[in-house]
């Protein structure tokens, strides 16, 4: 089916046809149109066209008004203040509007983009050898949400998980297994997540013990790390298990993050082994790279230190080997000429920043970014305990991010578990929501906050029913589909012919909203600004129910069905909002 016009464009292509055949001499303008409490909306645009065009406002205004149709979707236009226009609509143009959204399925007629490109999206970059900890939260999170929405819109996306598979602490980690092949062996075959984390905390402990107190373990440790580097086949076969080791691992905390990771996309550092010599040679050769002190640098007149000397950007170092530079302008070299990118999103710390920033600008210097192709950074900011500092356990060590996620399923368990007896679920269906909710909390608490700004992990916030959460936004869903469950043989059908109460217009008004929202969104990168709208939905919602009796015996059968089917609407676009945001939506809560 065809995407459907919001109101809001409907209204604004008829102001502005208005304005043109008004005054033809004004040309192509814009009437400002923008959401109102006065009325529907309201038009700002002729007071800066009376300026231009040296008119009396509010005759101008009265003009365009007499030239708007009268038709099926301005009910009311008054001319308010200097030249304000406040326009309310139609009970009918908003249920036919919505009416059409409702026929779409899925979709709710929001649009596909008009000429989708492709974007590579850097997010959840793990380390190899290393457990996950609440630093990974959010680039997993945000990444994840951002993946969902822009393909929704119709953008070919690729993921990108950029892990932590390379360097000289290798050296260690491989020459303590070389010397003891059996300690990543498990007992039964296959290991679990668990299982794999462990075993590699083993190695990693004992291999440090070793190279600490060692001399000769340390040298042989360093010989490593060069055949590792030169690709001695034995040495990468070895670096392959604890890769492997690792990834099962992965996919035990992403699993029970709710979130797909697929092999394909993991592509760390070592994947651009075979490029780094080439990109440095191609710097040097355009002289966007130079030579100092030995090492293959590129200067910045805005990066400087303290002492007032640049800062550069360092692609090789003086001993040959590459710093974190050279691969990352490997990777846009690659996601540019290879994957056909026109957009590069890193989703990465905000203490990141300055790299990033000087790693853009080299890669612009370079030609691999330009008018057609670009970069940006989604930053993101740090996770803060209750106390306001950086989150860590009582202990003062940072969190695992399999016990955050674990005891926020126990907390939200233990929530849906006090609900359960009046709603009726079974144990299986008590543990499966209690899951989603608890995931969903943690999930909501990174989206709806701005990126860039931290965040207090509260846990016992997060699950509340009370207040702009994810519980709320599921339990909001859940009694939407009690209601449906509930009608009998009443169905949600649309009836344009009927006079709306305030708390439906605010209701269809607000669901109207939902395409410009994701269009906002996917084009900014700001996932909060869609959790900020389902969270206005629900609100919208319990006003519309404490206001709107819907299955009410004294109501005529046509407003039964049309409350329904703006209930009906409204929970399958909170079911699609969150499945964006990566959070599931319980049937029964």
């Not at 304005?19 to 400002?32: F, K, R, S, Y």
């Not at 300026?51 to 008054?78: C, F, M």
């Not at 462990?198 to 055949?227: C, G, I, M, Q, T």
Request: aromatic share 6%; glycine share 8%.
């Amino acid at each position: 089916m065809a995407s459907v016009n919001s109101l809001a464009s409907t209204l604004q292509q008829q102001l502005a046809d208005a304005l043109t055949a008004a005054l033809p001499e004004a040309g192509t303008a814009d009437p400002l149109l923008r959401r109102s409490d006065r009325a529907d909306f309201q038009a700002n645009g002729i007071l800066a066209l009376a300026k231009k065009l040296k008119g009396n406002p509010r005759e101008l205004a009265s003009q365009v008004t007499a030239a708007l149709p009268t038709g099926e979707l301005i009910k009311d236009i008054e001319v308010s203040g200097p030249g304000f226009l406040n326009v309310t609509l139609t009970d009918g143009a908003i249920i036919r509007t919505l009416a059409a959204r409702a026929a779409d399925g899925d979709r709710l007629g929001v649009p596909l983009k008009a000429a989708p490109g492709t974007t590579v999206i850097d997010y959840a970059q793990p380390n190899v050898a290393k457990e996950m900890h609440v630093g990974h939260l959010r680039s997993a999170v945000i990444g994840d949400a951002m993946v969902q929405i822009l393909e929704f819109t119709g953008e070919n996306v690729v993921r990108r998980h950029h892990i932590g598979d390379w360097g000289t602490q290798f050296g260690m980690l491989i020459q303590y297994l070389f010397e003891h092949p059996d300690e990543l062996k498990h007992e039964g075959g296959q290991a679990d997540g668990e299982a794999a984390m462990s075993s590699l905390n083993r190695v990693y402990k004992a291999s440090r013990v070793l190279f600490d107190s060692d001399e000769e373990f340390k040298a042989r440790s360093r010989d490593r790390v060069v055949a590792l580097q030169a690709g001695d086949p034995e040495t990468l076969a070895h670096w392959q298990r604890f890769v492997d080791e690792s990834k099962i691992y992965f996919y035990s905390v992403f699993n029970k993050l709710d979130m797909e990771v697929r092999d394909p996309d993991i592509v760390g550092e070592s994947g651009y082994n075979d490029m780094l010599e080439e990109t440095c040679r191609i710097l040097e050769e355009t002289g966007v790279a130079v030579r100092s002190e030995g090492a293959l640098c590129v200067f910045f007149d805005d990066v400087k230190g303290p002492d007032g000397n640049p800062v550069p950007l360092i692609v090789k170092k003086t001993n040959g080997g590459y710093g974190y530079a050279a691969t990352d302008l490997s990777a846009i070299r690659d996601r540019v000429q290879n994957l056909k990118a026109d957009t590069l999103v890193y989703v990465v710390d905000a203490r990141q920043s300055l790299h990033f920033k000087m790693v853009f600008e080299t890669a612009r210097r370079a030609g691999w970014l330009n008018e057609d192709v670009h970069a940006h950074q989604l930053a993101f900011g740090t996770v803060l305990g209750k106390d306001g500092k950086p989150f860590k356990t009582r202990e003062g060590t940072t969190v695992r991010l399999e016990d955050l996620l674990d005891e926020a399923v126990e907390r939200a368990t233990a929530v849906v578990r006090e609900k359960a007896v009046k709603v009726g679920l079974s144990e299986d269906e008590i543990v499966e929501n209690g899951r989603y909710v608890g995931v969903g909390a943690v999930k909501y608490a990174d989206l709806s906050t701005s990126a860039v700004r931290d965040y207090k992990f509260d846990l016992d916030q997060m699950v509340s029913l009370n207040g702009d959460t994810s519980v709320y936004l599921q339990y909001a869903y859940a009694r939407s589909r009690s209601i449906l469950r509930k009608a009998g043989d009443a169905k949600p059908v649309a009836h344009p012919e009927l006079e709306l109460a305030p708390a439906e217009r605010a209701l269809g008004l607000h669901l109207d909203q939902f395409g410009e929202v994701l269009a906002e969104v996917a084009s900014e990168c700001e996932p909060h600004k869609l959790a900020a709208y389902l969270y206005q939905l629900a609100s919208h919602l319990t006003t519309f129910y404490d206001q709107c009796h819907v299955l009410s015996d004294e109501n005529p059968a046509e407003v039964v069905e049309n409350r329904l089917f703006l209930v009906d609407l409204t929970a399958r676009t909170l079911h699609q909002g969150m499945r964006l945001l990566g959070i599931r939506t319980p049937e029964r809560l």
